[in-house]
């Protein structure tokens, strides 16, 4: 059995760095590879304050057309290794 579940919908924790915050990203599709491995779609959500400067003014300038929101979403596909230990 898998050390770890993870379901389409769930919210998950990267850690790119032990010096960097967490990554957040929410599982869009969960498939299983011909060789058994799982492949994960996510959708990549960026702090502000993560976001190069050309991308907030371009967020700013079209701010009133969308409802405003304290993150900013990316879709992303990742290769996930359900078998291995959890990020610390």
């Known amino acids: 059995m898998a050390a770890n579940m993870y ?15 967490y990554q957040i990203r929410r599982i869009e599709e969960l498939n299983k590879t011909p060789s058994g ?14 976001l190069p400067n050309p991308l907030i003014q371009l967020a700013d300038k079209h701010q009133s ?7 900013t979403q990316i879709n ?13």
């Open 7 to 21: 379901r389409v919908g769930d919210c998950v924790y990267f850690e790119t760095s032990s010096t960097s915050p």
């Open 37 to 50: 491995n799982v492949e994960a779609k996510v959708m990549c959500f960026y702090r502000r304050r993560d």
């Open 65 to 71: 057309k969308y409802p405003a929101k304290s993150y």
């Open 76 to 88: 992303a596909e990742y290769k996930l290794d359900f078998d291995d230990e959890p990020a610390k």
